[in-house]
């Protein structure tokens, strides 16, 4: 199995930016699927991105064109740069992963990872 540790959260104005990173131990990181979710309080977990083994990249719609999702097999980590941040943002963010044999299929159901961080809080201030 794998374990993931999320790091970077923390409390920003609107329109500033942050950047949560994911470093996974234990398996072959190369050989996972790596998705985002976030959930704020009173919500269901939703997702927010994900990128394949090939570097595939896809996002919901609420935040395509602020987020960036990357990842670097070599060091095992995965992150999240997000940009022009909004109040509506604010929740617990996740990293998840799950092992597939596909280069480009990606998943956006939090019942389709194996694997979850324990979450890092953003909040952002309006």
């Known amino acids: 199995q794998v374990q993931l540790v999320e790091s970077g959260g923390g409390l920003v104005q609107a329109g500033g930016s942050l950047r949560v990173s994911c470093a996974a131990s234990?398996?072959?990181?190369?050989?996972?699927?790596v998705g985002w979710f976030r959930q704020a309080p009173g919500k269901e977990r939703e997702f927010v991105s994900a990128?394949?083994?090939?570097?595939?990249?896809v996002y919901a719609d609420s935040v395509k064109g602020r987020f960036t999702i990357s990842r670097d097999n070599a060091k095992n980590t995965a992150s999240l740069q997000m940009n022009n941040l909004k109040p509506e943002d604010t929740a617990v963010y996740y990293c998840a992963a799950r092992a597939t044999s596909s280069m480009s299929y990606y998943y956006d159901g939090p019942d389709d990872y194996d694997y979850w961080g324990q979450g890092t809080q953003v909040t952002v201030s309006s």
């Open positions: 990128i394949t083994r090939s570097y595939d990249k």
């Open positions: 234990g398996r072959t990181f190369s050989n996972y699927v």
